[in-house]
C-alpha cells in the first residue's frame, strides 16, 4: 500500500499512475484520469483529446511498459550482479533538468524511514 | 434482412481489418469521413460511463496523426496483428446510415514469432454509406475491450 504512484499533469489535467505489482514477473499499471464536474463539453472534448498523451496507447507513454519489459528481461540473466546510475545526484528536490531520478530516490528513502531500516 | 446493405457493410469491415493486418495503416485514415469519430475504450469504463479513451480521434486528421507518429516517432517492438470479425448486425438508421455491432478478436504476433490473443470486444459503428467515391465509410467507430487491460502497450489501431 506504500505510495506505488505518481501523480502528474498532463497540459491543464490531472491524471494518476499507478503500479499495482501482481508477481515477479508482471505488474498492472493503472491509469486514472480526472476532469471536474464543473466542465462543460468543450472542456471534455479537450480532455479527451489530452488522454491521447496518456495511456497504454499514449504518445508519450506507449513506449514506458516495453521499455521497463526490456530491463526485466535483461536483469533476468544478471540476478547476482547490481548497477547503479547517479542521476541527478543523490538529493530529493527539485531539479532545473528532467533527468533526474529524485522522485525515485525520494519514494526509497521515505520507505526506508517507515520500515526502520 | 437488407442483404446488400448486410453485405456493404461486411465488406467495408473486411477492407479495414485487412489494411490494418496488412501494415497499410495509411489507409486507416480513408476508412473515415472527414470528422469522423474513433475511439478505443474498455467494456468497464463503457458500462460505467466513463468516456476515458485509450485512442480518441474525432477527425480524420487524428487518425493520419497517430499513423505519423506510429512510423516516424514512437518506437515499438515489431509486431502485427491478424483480426477476426464475426456476427455483424447491420440496422438501417435512414437512406444514408447504418449502425452495425461486430465482434472482434486480435491476435498480435510479435517478431520473434510469438503469438497472443491481445484483444477480444465488439465494434460499434456508424456507417455513412455513401462517402467517399460513393463508398461506405464510418461517421463513428467505438472499439470496447472486453478486458480492463492492455498488454504492454497498443500501438497499431484494433
Known amino acids: 500500500m506504500f505510495p506505488g504512484f505518481v501523480l502528474q499533469q498532463i497540459m491543464n489535467s490531472l491524471a494518476v499512475r499507478q503500479v499495482l505489482p501482481k508477481g515477479a514477473g508482471r505488474t498492472e499499471l493503472v491509469w486514472t484520469c480526472f476532469g471536474y464536474a464543473s466542465d462543460d463539453a468543450k472542456m471534455d472534448e479537450l480532455r479527451m483529446r489530452q488522454s491521447n498523451l496518456v495511456g497504454p496507447a499514449g504518445y508519450i507513454s506507449l513506449e514506458d511498459g516495453a521499455a521497463t519489459g526490456f530491463v526485466q528481461r535483461g536483469a533476468a540473466g544478471a540476478s547476482e550482479r547490481s548497477s547503479f546510475v547517479e542521476m541527478g545526484g543523490r538529493s530529493v528536490e527539485s531539479s532545473e533538468s528532467r533527468v533526474t531520478e529524485t522522485s525515485v530516490r525520494g519514494l526509497w528513502q521515505q520507505y526506508r524511514r517507515h520500515m526502520g531500516l | ?158
Not at chain 2, 438508421?93 to 447504418?98: G, K, L, Q
Not at chain 2, 472482434?104 to 504476433?109: G, L, M, P
Open chain 2, 1 to 158: 434482412m437488407d442483404a446488400a446493405l448486410q453485405l456493404a457493410v461486411e465488406n467495408l469491415i473486411a477492407r479495414y481489418v485487412h489494411a490494418i493486418d496488412d501494415d497499410r495503416l495509411e489507409d486507416w485514415p480513408g476508412f473515415f469521413v472527414e470528422k469522423g469519430r474513433y475511439r478505443i475504450t474498455t467494456a468497464e469504463n463503457f458500462e460505467h460511463g466513463l468516456p476515458l479513451s485509450i485512442i480518441y480521434a474525432d477527425s480524420r486528421a487524428m487518425l493520419a496523426d497517430r499513423v505519423s507518429a506510429l512510423r516516424h516517432a514512437n518506437i515499438y517492438e515489431a509486431q502485427r496483428y491478424r483480426h477476426l470479425v464475426s456476427s455483424t448486425l447491420v440496422e438501417r438508421v435512414d437512406a444514408d446510415t447504418a449502425r452495425a455491432t461486430s465482434n472482434f478478436q486480435v491476435v498480435r504476433i510479435m517478431h520473434t514469432g510469438d503469438s497472443m490473443l491481445f484483444a477480444s470486444g465488439r465494434y460499434l459503428d456508424r456507417i455513412r454509406l455513401h462517402g467517399d467515391g460513393g463508398r461506405p465509410q464510418f461517421e463513428e467507430r467505438v472499439v470496447i475491450i472486453d478486458s480492463r487491460s492492455v498488454d504492454t502497450l497498443l500501438a497499431i489501431p484494433l
